[in-house]
């Protein structure tokens, strides 16, 4: 079975202080992880993805995110944080498992967390 | 790249009636999932397909709940009949097929549901 978890429902930061959504998983496997943003009555939308290589995956809005194996932390950060940037945010996780037709996609998303920005 | 497309955007209906959420993903898209959003529950996998065939419905919630995929790029999702436990945002997402899973999904704006 796999999970994600993120342990903080709400974060505040002030304008241009960094920031960092806190994610950790656990799955059989190697994971593929993904962070993704939602801004009201929008859907999910995809900020970047770890798969392999490099531990800092760069993304879009200016979001990075730190994989660490030993922790199994994908925690998301942003050197300066925008009011625009004020969102829910998801951390989720998939590992591939093939079957006989071919790729077998089934991701777990976390619970969110809602960041606030503060002018 | 329209995106998927999802309507309507709002439906407002009384309980019992049938009601019918549709989907249309991304031209070339292999998966697609239907989500369901609501503040107690979180974000839950309702059903996905593949190449529109119904792969994983064990987060459907009840019988009264069912999905089609007629073709690769139309899908529907229908609550029948319909009860006020069914309010939420009903997303529908859709992403590319590889050998190793890493592509992201894609994610309409939802159709937000409230049953009377």
């Known amino acids: 079975a796999q999970s994600v978890a993120q342990p903080e429902d709400q974060v505040n930061v002030a304008e241009g202080n960094p920031l960092t959504v806190k994610c950790t998983y656990s799955v059989s496997g190697n994971p593929y992880l993904f962070w993704y943003v939602q801004y009201p009555n929008r859907g999910l939308q995809f900020l970047l993805k770890y798969i392999t290589g490099d531990n800092l995956v760069k993304g879009s809005y200016g979001f990075e995110a730190e994989f660490n194996k030993s922790q199994t932390s994908f925690h998301l950060k942003k050197p300066s944080a925008l009011v625009s940037d004020s969102a829910l945010y998801f951390c989720a996780v998939r590992v591939a498992l093939f079957m006989n037709s071919g790729g077998y996609q089934k991701v777990t998303f976390g619970t969110g967390t809602k960041l606030q920005v503060i002018p | 790249d329209a995106g998927v497309i999802q309507s309507p955007r709002h439906e407002v209906t009384e309980m019992g009636q049938e009601v019918t959420l549709r989907c249309k993903p991304i031209s070339g898209h292999d998966y697609l999932f239907w989500y369901r959003q609501t503040m107690m529950r979180g974000l839950e996998l309702l059903i996905y397909f593949n190449n529109n065939v119904p792969i994983d419905d064990s987060g459907m919630p009840e019988d009264r709940f069912s999905a089609k995929m007629p073709n690769a790029s139309f899908s529907t999702l229908k609550i029948q009949p319909s009860e006020p436990r069914d309010s939420a945002v009903y997303f529908c997402?859709?992403?590319?097929?590889?050998?190793?899973?890493?592509?992201?999904?894609?994610f309409g704006d939802g159709t937000r549901l409230s049953i009377l």
């Open positions: 997402a859709s992403s590319s097929r590889t050998a190793d899973s890493n592509q992201p999904q894609h």
